[in-house]
């Protein structure tokens, strides 16, 4: 069983370097490659680090690959500049390419479950409307520390930082992009906790002996 679980990361991180190489051939700008791919740079040796003491449920694992899949989407093209956005915008009849809110989503969505799963295996919280709210605590603080990021980017590198910003004029977009965040983390929540309920616990007999030495309940 514990071979069958290290399926999904295996062919994960093998596909998410082949997709890493296949975006950074020639992106339309490079500094915003490097800051778009920098969350994945930094996740995926912690994932790994992590995998023998710590391994994730395979719907965790599918969502975070995900979730850089389209970042590095992104970082190739620029967010303002995605085809699919574009298509998006016309099909909706929007005023600028949408693609960067995809993004955001997700930036609710996967660490909703990746804080529900932290908190409920380790036994951190009692009753599920606490779980619930403080996974989407996490969720707007993550949102709220990345644009933080952006912030500072666009501080220290003046105009360089518009194609990493991908405001395209929104005066809006950061509470915008923090709602989509809270929309992506609430999606999460109300269509995935019972399956990843399931999830964690068939998780394999080793780590869940692991996980009940440490008073995680099932």
């Known amino acids: 069983?514990?071979?069958q679980h290290a399926t999904a990361p295996l062919i994960g991180s093998a596909l998410l370097l082949a997709l890493l190489v296949l975006s950074g051939i020639e992106p339309f700008d490079r500094t915003t490659w490097v800051l778009e791919v920098f969350p994945i740079l930094l996740v995926l040796p912690v994932l790994w680090a992590t995998y023998r003491r710590f391994p994730l449920t395979n719907l965790l694992?599918?969502?975070?690959?995900?979730?850089?899949?389209?970042?590095?989407?992104?970082?190739a093209y620029t967010y303002a500049r995605v085809p699919l956005g574009f298509e998006l915008?016309?099909?909706?009849?929007?005023?600028?390419?949408?693609?960067?809110?995809?993004?955001?989503?997700?930036q609710g969505f996967v660490p909703a479950l990746a804080a529900r799963e932290i908190l409920r295996r380790g036994h951190y919280?009692?009753?599920?409307?606490?779980?619930?709210?403080?996974?989407?605590?996490?969720?707007?603080?993550?949102?709220?520390?990345?644009?933080?990021?952006?912030?500072?980017?666009?501080?220290a590198l003046g105009q360089g930082a518009d194609e990493f910003l991908g405001t395209q004029g929104d005066p809006w977009d950061t509470q915008s992009d923090?709602?989509?965040?809270?929309?992506?983390?609430?999606?999460?929540?109300?269509?995935?906790?019972?399956?990843?309920?399931?999830?964690?616990?068939?998780?394999?007999?080793?780590?869940?002996?692991?996980?009940?030495?440490k008073g995680v309940q099932p």
């Open 178 to 213: 923090m709602f989509f965040a809270l929309i992506g983390g609430v999606t999460a929540l109300l269509f995935f906790s019972r399956l990843h309920d399931g999830q964690i616990d068939r998780l394999p007999a080793r780590q869940a002996a692991a996980d009940r030495g």
């Open 1 to 3: 069983m514990a071979s």
């Open 125 to 155: 919280v009692r009753g599920k409307g606490m779980l619930a709210f403080l996974s989407i605590c996490v969720v707007l603080a993550i949102s709220a520390s990345y644009e933080l990021i952006e912030w500072a980017a666009a501080v």
């Open 89 to 106: 915008a016309e099909l909706l009849n929007l005023s600028r390419n949408p693609y960067d809110k995809i993004g955001h989503f997700f």
């Open 61 to 75: 694992y599918v969502c975070i690959f995900a979730h850089a899949s389209v970042l590095m989407v992104g970082a």
